[in-house]
């Protein structure tokens, strides 16, 4: 039996398709409403194919508790908020939810941690309160995810993955665990490499998207076309550059490159180059709103309108989104309050002027700035039609877009 504690974006995808792959799995959360929520039957968060899974998981007998089981594995998923001055994630939820599971493990379970963590956050929180509990009996195994929001599902089953285990044997026990479900090949390591990998991982993609933010800087300067630039560069075998974009937001590539940079802050010099980058972009935005509406002769801010809140495309996750940040610094700038916003995935109320109608939020504004790259606007952009349009995703190919 494998007890999932933490039933969030990863845990609870991870604990469905265990168990619809024929596991007996429990999902675990301390949080009674989420439970609450599972168990009459509804998902938590929207993401492609996750109700098909769900449903798949509650007919193969998947059960949803706020108590820590006893069960042979228990796969750990809960959440880890980081701070965002010392940019160091809190370890805080891994450590209560192992101290607590440590109570209902049995002689020898397997312990897998699957939260995102900073590279010895193993070493330095987890293994102390096995060896204070005196309970290093339990096998400890690190199965850093890979999935990406947006196609979670598609890349559980078709992802590599890593697990870094103490014992090779044991991390070859875990492997045969998710490939249960897992179609990708699976690296078994140490624990260390593990976590060193994953963090090397999104901070190379840290380090692309900001190679494509400076050059987006460097086209506008001097009025070149950064797309058609990076299209044409990355038809060469060698070349494959990623899109500039308006900042990076999520809980991982924002701020997994920080983690090398708080270890080895005289060594990671390029990590922290590319971070200031990506973090000047909302700002950068910014700036080209006040530009196009001086080209445009727009004077009225409340007539501006951001399409887009969360971090990127269809998804509901506004973590570190790029659009709270821009909305955070006007409002720091005196600024706040004017623009108006919209999103089709964020239902509930966020920030002022939040429309939850197209169409009404469209009647109103003049100009929109497209932050987010929703299939819902590619689907209906003709509706932009008429409208000053300041594209910082390229997604709009309308007469006049003015872009990033
Ligand atoms: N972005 C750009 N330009 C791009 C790609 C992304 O500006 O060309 C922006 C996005 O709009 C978003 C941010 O970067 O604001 C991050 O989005 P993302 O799609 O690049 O990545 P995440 O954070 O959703 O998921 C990443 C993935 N890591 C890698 O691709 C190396 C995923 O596989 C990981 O599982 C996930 O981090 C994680 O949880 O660590």
Known sequence: MVNVIGLGYIGLPTALMLASHGIGVTGTDCNEELVGTLRSGRTTFREKGLEELFADAVKAGIRFTTEIQEADTYIVSVQTPYDKFSKKVDPAAVVSAVRDL????????????????SPGTIDRSVRPVLKDAGRED?????????????NMVYELLHNNRTIGADDRAVGERVKELYASFCEGETVVTDIRTAEVTKDVENTFRAVNIAFANELAKICRSDNMDVYEIIRIANKHPRVNILSPGPGVGGHCISVDPWFLVGDYPMLAKMILCARTTNDSMPEF???RIRDVMQQEGLTDLSRVGFYGLTYKENVDDVRES?????????DRHLAGGQVKVYDPWVTRDLVPNQYHDFDAFLSDVDMVVILVGHSQLREHMDKLKGKVVLDTRHICFLPGTHRL
């Open 138 to 150: 339990v096998q400890l195994v690190h199965a850093p995810e890979r999935i990406i929001p947006g």
């Open 322 to 330: 790029p659009t709270l940040q821009m909305l955070e610094s006007m």
């Open 102 to 117: 440590l109570k209902a493990a049995p002689e020898g379970a397997t312990l897998v941690i699957e939260s995102t963590i």
């Open 285 to 287: 935005v910014l700036g």
